[in-house]
DNA sequence: CATATCTGACATGAAGCTCTGTCAATTGAC
DNA sequence: GTCAATTGACAGAGCTTCATGTCAGATATG
């Protein structure tokens, strides 16, 4: 009933439940970009953060909830630094276009589990599946809206848009892996370029 | 040493183990089409056909050898598809991508056990992944030389074909696995037109 | 019919993961 | 210093799958 919470090692019960928290998401994506999907186990995981299953259950409800939460913060940063890519830059629609590209490619080849996460293991599990397909609506949705600033009168309509929007998210995703991979002899730079072309081509009339 | 093998219920040896390999297959593609790849366990694959453990054995090493069989089938299936139409087709390049890419989502629709193996369970577990990544460069290099065909002079030159193939063949899957979904109204009509339109776009310059 | 082959149902053991529980050692509050 | 909160290491039950083994009944052959 009472809450009988005090500090330990300098830290309030809050603070070292965010912080293990925190160490949690860190293995998760360590373990998750390193070994994969089917071995990120809540074992694997605890392991890896050198926390015990117990505060596993304190911050998620199981393996699922946090593979989510470590593809989710991906989205998050993926989402900022392509907006403030676009806000940066002001020169015409398709160098726009480009930064934001630029950004979105520049999470996944700094940080090389970023990138198997979110390109290649992202579409392992079920659960994480399904917010990935809702983060690449979210973002074909994002793709939509910007064309029209870009591109005004010309831009698509829907379904148009959304189809354009689509086929370019996926295109580049399936580039990116294949890059990630090694399996395919090409430069960001050479992705990056290949991408803007497209999405200059694909999101207007 | 000796083979003692003999007729049963009217089929030879060899007759009765390609059956139950067949039916083994069949199953896998079920399961894997209705439950997803981490249900498709042995037990459930075995289930379905009908059959014990020990004739999976028979025929197949263990889990990921079957599915990638299935998903290989798949595969072969378009490219015969997509292979007759090219054949079929005598009119200029475009119309004659069209009627590639139409073959190969037809295959798709045709049968939704195969759309969602193909283009959704593909990546779930890693041997499978893999062998998918093969098969869509695969695919990749059919489309490069194809639109060397289509194109002629005006063909890109590589790595930029095997760039734009794959932003083709990604964009393209992600665009069948929406629809798959029922996460976008469109028609297979309308994927048809515009992955067309984008092939016709980026595969010549 | 007699015998050997073939089949399918079931049993079994090993392994891995999940989830809960125990308990001694550490740390902070009084 | 004393005591309660907190932590981390470990044990263990329950579950699922894999992989192999057993065995009675069905089927073909002579």
Known sequence: MDRPSR???????EQRTADRRE?????GLTVFGREGGDRA????????AGLTERYFYESFSGRDELLVCVVERIADEIRERALAALAESERGPEE??????AAFVAVLTDDPR??????????????VRVRRRELLRQFAGLVAVESRELWGDRALQPPHDQIAALLFVGGLAELTTAWLGG???????????AATRQYAFTAHR
């Open 23 to 27: 160490q949690l998401l860190e293995a």
């Open 114 to 127: 970023k990138g198997r996460v979110a390109v290649v293991e992202s579409t392992g599990s079920e659960p």
């Open 7 to 13: 500090q330990y090692r300098g830290k309030s019960a």
């Open 96 to 101: 726009r276009a480009r930064a934001a590209i």
């Open 183 to 193: 399996e395919i002899d090409v430069t960001p730079d050479q992705i990056v370029e």
């Open 41 to 48: 186990t809540m074992t694997a995981i605890c392991q890896e």
